[in-house]
């Protein structure tokens, strides 16, 4: 096969430990290995696709066999190197365990192993690619041979999903982990490719198919193919974005920008062309705001931002430099809660999260002009009955609002953080929600509950010590120190047994009405009241 057909991510694999971009701590290691001459008989690369496992297998494979390596590195020209680039089959053998996968395989393997030797270089590398398609029954009867191979042997296993390998696989392996690759290392590589072979693509169109591949370097080679095949030698950034499918849309800065003003109107209309600039798309749009939030976060905490586009990259900074932290989480925790799962074509749902989230203030400076919260209308009142001098019902304390909890930022988080806590039946978070008002004094938080059930449920399962100690440090992260915890049930349980009432009252509690507060009556009402 002539170099020309070769697809790019093949004709542009790295041949050396320093060609390779972005795994650098492995590259590392492995170069240490071979210097020192500490070679294990079986090692383990995870990881996700495209991250260069196979590659770096095949560059150890030729760095434990070269006769002249320097510093580590295959010099890529004695024979067990030429031999290995040529696919000889006595010093590499390469198996596919998704289509290798049964117990005869392993076995055809372990016949190999004690039966054939190292030809001209000193190891015979077995590379299993997808290792965790192996059937049960392979993998023990690979691990004999894995824990005890000839000295010539060396076994290098791959995957993208390490979790389903057995633990005692794993423990006969030293294991090294790939990362995704940042977009900047994705780019400088795609620009060295695009210089190598005479195209010219913009800054911003490599950055884009960068970001595209998702850490990705082979599938961002792909792309880049693609383009080229498409467009010609001369690619740009919004040709690039046409074959993406991606689409140019400015609103998602003035999104952001809105909701850090807290311009409601501002906010909704930015929605809306957003979404129409999207091709009535919604959650793309929604996509590429929380891309943009999530730079603004990074940029705001001094990390830098490697997913944002050049162009936005001033913007974002000064966005970032005028949001406070607060009005930065709260709109990530907002826009990050959208889901499309009703209507996937309908922009309510993000409406929604960004109106509440102005509406409470979460996304909001503490300078900034609040929108005007929405007035909470009381609860209808059943027909008093008709006496002389009736005294209207005391309304209700604050601290009952069914929306405690809401207008409180630091009790959303802490429920929200203990929504999966669970270690007897009842997990913590909902349980939290149900309080009525909390009060801290001094080393103590005291949380008051309203209804009976809420507070025996919690009682019980703080009985559990992980449960208490999960409380305890949540608390303590959120509210800033330590805290212990008290529980206590408020004087108005609505739980308890009501008082005998008139014959009114429970008419009127049989045709669906609800008692909502009670007051004293003299003896010469309550005899009125006596049938």
Known sequence: ?????????????????????????????????VVQGKIVHAYLFAGPRGTGKTTIARILAKAVNCLAPQEGEPCNACPPCRAIDQGDPFLLVELDAASHRGIDDVRAIREAVLTMGPGTGRY?????????????????ALLKTLEEPPPHVLFILCTTEAYRLPPTVVSRCQRYDFHRLSPLAIAQRLAFIARQEGWQLGEEA?????????GSLRDACNLLEQAVTTYGPEVGSQQVRDLLGMRENPYALSLLQAMSKGDVAGALSAIAQGVSASEGD??????????????VMHLKAGAPAEEVPPDALDALKALSAS??????LGAVRALGSVTFRGDAFSSLPLELAVVEALAEGSAVPAGSASPTPRASTPPAQPPAPMRPTPRPPPPPPPSQSPSAERADPRWRELCRALERVRNKRF??????????RYTLEGDTLTIYFRHRTHWERLQDELEHPNSKSALEEAVARIFGRPYSIRLELSETDSTQPLKPQGHLVRTALQLGGRIVGEQPISPDQAKEETP
């Open 323 to 328: 949001w406070p932290w607060e009005g930065v």
């Open 427 to 436: 997990p913590l978070g909902p349980l939290l929600r149900g309080y009525e």
């Open 1 to 33: 096969m002539s170099t020309q057909s070769l697809v790019l991510y093949r004709k542009y694999r790295p041949q050396r430990f320093g060609e390779v971009a972005g795994q650098e701590w492995t590259v590392q290691a492995l170069r240490q290995a």
């Open 282 to 295: 919604p959650r793309a749009f929604h996509r590429a705001v929380m891309g943009l939030l999530q730079a």
């Open 206 to 214: 490599l950055h884009l198919i960068a970001v595209a591949s998702r």
């Open 124 to 140: 015979r590398v077995y590379i299993l690619d997808e290792a965790h398609m192996l059937t049960n029954e392979a993998f023990n």
